[in-house]
């Protein structure tokens, strides 16, 4: 698994020492930020912030990507396993609540490594922030390493999967990879106001896919009861048409407010317990500075 590289479901069956995978990435980290960030769901960032590290370089490749300067364009520095795990540490000492690792599945084995020597130092809890395009066994892999899971739901539809993120089995994946971080995590356990254990996921309301969205609540609901897990969901209205999406006339737009009032009905029809984003919030204020603060 190592010297392949089948870590997630692109399965580009390569040896990255040698070859850039789909993700455009190497087997060497590359960061392009690590720093406290104050954007997150409260139970993440708390009042201290989340000590957030931003991985550049990307498996799902979205067309509309907020942080496409990172994920397409791949800017950042390469760090050593030992530079990483520093980062955590200095992370960890400047008071956050939390630290969340961004996009992180394309180096969960060089994750696993670093976290092997400074994990029993790291006494708050670390977030797996990912776009949800994941293996079953890639979840299970990195569970005992990290306290919560934090999962995008993107897609039900395999259309729209294709079209925006060139992954037209993105739902199969992802329904599998979350129902298996539920199994793992089942239970939302807080210390103070912070969440230290469980899952929360996350969902980004797209133009014209509100029915899409509408699928993706009910498929949650109906998991988390089957599995009589506990969970948090985030409906989020921040999209903004960034990267490609000028080459995409239907998603080239802000999600409007009956759009999004119609997801967010939807939710509280099911009695879904998490947050949900104003529909003012789509601005330039979410996409971090990449800056390689707390890299160089």
């Known amino acids: 698994m190592e010297s392949i590289c089948n870590i997630c479901p692109r399965n580009c069956n390569i040896n990255r020492t040698y070859k850039k995978g789909y993700c455009k990435a190497t087997n060497d980290i590359k960061l392009a930020k690590a720093a406290p960030f104050f954007y997150e769901e409260p139970v993440v960032s708390g009042s201290n912030g989340t000590g957030a590290v931003f991985f550049s370089g990307c498996n799902l490749q979205c067309c509309y990507c ?6 397409h364009e791949l800017f950042g ?52 922030n990912t776009s ?20 995008d739901i993107k897609y039900m539809d395999p259309v729209s999967s294709m079209r925006y993120s060139n992954a037209a089995d993105y739902f199969n994946y992802c329904s599998s990879a979350v129902k298996k971080m539920l199994e793992l995590k089942p239970k939302l356990v807080y210390r103070e106001s912070i969440l230290t254990s469980g ?8 133009p014209g896919l ?32 960034y990267y490609m999406s000028c080459n995409y006339p239907e998603i080239n737009r802000k999600v409007t407010k009956y759009e999004y009032n ?14 949900m984003q104003d529909n003012c919030s789509s601005s330039d204020s979410y996409v971090p500075d990449f800056n390689l603060e707390g890299i160089i």
């Open 132 to 151: 949800g395009y994941e293996k079953e066994d890639t979840v299970k892999l990195i569970n005992d390493y990290i306290d919560v899971y934090l999962p």
């Open 66 to 71: 907020q942080n496409y300067r990172i994920s």
């Open 199 to 206: 899952v929360l996921i996350r969902h980004l309301v797209l």
């Open 77 to 128: 520095e390469i760090v050593t396993e030992d530079k990483f795990s520093d980062i955590l540490l200095s992370l960890a000492d400047k008071n956050v609540d939390s630290i969340s690792l961004i996009s992180p599945t394309i180096y969960v084995l060089q994750i696993v490594k670093a976290l092997d020597k400074v994990r029993h130092k790291i006494k708050i809890p670390i977030i797996y």
């Open 262 to 275: 119609k997801v967010l009905s939807k939710a509280k029809e099911l009695h879904l317990e998490g947050f």
């Open 210 to 241: 509100y029915k899409d969205s509408i699928n993706i609540l009910d498929w949650i609901k109906n998991t988390i009861n089957d599995l009589k897990a506990e969970s948090l969901i985030s409906i989020m209205s921040q999209y903004m048409p």
